[in-house]
């Protein structure tokens, strides 16, 4: 079955088109890249789907359900049920760790018990259960960067959408949460939608690169998995 399905979709921005005749289908579990140079299209293909515009022309569906279709949002992005850590994070800097993992879980309506569960179980799984009361600006970039996974992680979402969200670390740090992705896909199996223009995370990240430019898909490339990761380092 089909998790994600973009069938023949276009967007333009004041006349200018930034996505056109997309069509792509994903696999429950797979970790697709799209990559691409600044200004391809790439990220507005992840706007698309999280639902916050809408396409001009053809449909995206999620499951087996139609979520938009020829500039109608059929179903806002708080009801597709997906996770997106973005580039600059967007954490809540007046709220503890707890307090940014905490506030989907209430909109959701889960109980204070499940939430205390779901929280420590992800916590413990990206290692910052001894954070739980700090502030994002207590953190350096590596923690606030998995406090964002975190985050969008605990609400189990049905795919993990991510805007190059490790474009502005440095190079060791980035090889780091590279890693620490690939982890956290082993332990609990999410289908990831990962953008970026760096090759080096393509190739380590994906199992599909879907090369973008200009607007369109050129190719798209099948790859082998990465040998298990069993740790950050």
Same mark, same amino acid.
């Given at each position: 079955m089909k998790l994600i399905e973009f069938q023949s979709v276009s967007k333009s921005y004041n006349?200018?088109?930034?996505?056109?005749?997309?069509?792509l289908s994903v696999e429950p579990g797979?970790?697709?890249?799209?990559?691409?140079p600044s200004g391809c299209g790439k990220t507005t293909v992840l706007r698309l789907l999280a639902g916050f515009i809408t396409p001009d022309t053809?449909?995206?569906?999620?499951?087996?359900? =139609?979520? !938009?279709? &020829?500039?109608?949002?059929?179903?806002?992005?708080?009801? @597709?049920d997906l996770? $997106?850590?973005f580039q600059?994070?967007?954490?809540?800097?007046?709220?503890?760790?707890?307090?940014?993992?905490?506030?989907?879980?209430?909109?959701?309506? =889960?109980? !204070?018990? &499940?939430?205390?569960?779901?929280?420590?179980e992800i916590? @413990?799984?990206?290692? $910052?259960?001894?954070?739980?009361?700090?502030?994002?600006?207590?953190?350096s970039g590596g923690q606030q960067q998995r406090v964002a996974l975190a985050?969008?992680?605990v609400l189990q979402p049905k795919a993990l959408l991510m805007d190059e969200p490790l474009s502005n670390l440095d190079e060791e740090l980035n090889r780091?949460?590279?890693k620490e992705i690939l982890r956290l896909h082993q332990a609990l199996g999410f289908t990831l939608l990962f953008v970026t223009h760096d090759r080096e995370e393509s190739a380590e990240l994906g199992t599909r690169v879907v090369f973008m430019r200009s607007g369109r898909i050129e190719r798209i490339e099948s790859q082998p998995s990465p040998t298990a990761v069993v740790g950050p380092n």
């Open positions: 006349g200018r088109l930034a996505v056109e005749d997309f069509s797979e970790r697709i890249v799209i990559l691409g053809g449909s995206i569906s999620i499951g087996n359900e =139609l979520v !938009a279709r &020829d500039g109608q949002n059929l179903r806002q992005p708080e009801e @597709r996770g $997106m850590v600059d994070l967007a954490l809540w800097p007046h709220l503890s760790v707890k307090g940014n993992l905490e506030f989907g879980l209430r909109a959701r309506k =889960l109980s !204070a018990s &499940d939430r205390k569960q779901r929280i420590h916590l @413990r799984l990206v290692e $910052m259960t001894e954070y739980l009361k700090a502030r994002p600006t207590e953190l985050r969008a992680l780091r949460l590279r």
